[in-house]
């Protein structure tokens, strides 16, 4: 069973930095393609970043790239998203997801979702 949990959200500004961390556990991750998504309130989730386990190959929304990067630290098994330059637009929850295998693409599907961590910038 795997288990993926996030931290780090909070209230930020706009312009401001944040770091999401997502510890998953419960299986070798090395086939594992690892993505975050987030929701903002009254509206769809939406693809954030996603990143290969394994060889770190990245994708991103067009509306976080240059701000956001996603990375994975392979002995913690912990995957982040880096926030840079913060607008409200942003604010949303933010959840980390995984599957198993490299088919499908990077906005999905997944099998894995953690509980979501709330992200807030003010204006």
């Known amino acids: 069973q795997v288990q993926l949990v996030e931290s780090g959200g909070g209230l930020v500004q706009a312009g401001d930095s944040l770091t999401l961390s997502c510890a998953a556990s419960?299986?070798?991750?090395?086939?594992?393609?690892m993505a975050w998504f987030r929701q903002a309130p009254g509206k769809e989730q939406k693809f954030v970043a996603a990143?290969?386990?394994?060889?770190?190959?990245?994708y991103y929304a067009d509306s976080v790239k240059g701000r956001f990067t996603i990375s994975r630290d392979n002995a913690k098994n912990t995957v982040y998203l880096q926030m840079n330059s913060l607008k409200p637009e942003d604010t949303a929850v933010y959840y980390c997801?995984?599957?198993?295998?490299?088919?499908?693409?990077?906005?999905?599907?997944?099998?894995?979702w953690g509980q979501g961590t709330q992200v807030t910038v003010s204006s």
């Open positions: 997801a995984a599957r198993s295998g490299w088919s499908g693409t990077p906005a999905g599907p997944y099998d894995y």
């Open positions: 419960g299986r070798t991750f090395s086939t594992y393609v």
């Open positions: 990143i290969r386990w394994s060889g770190g190959i990245t």
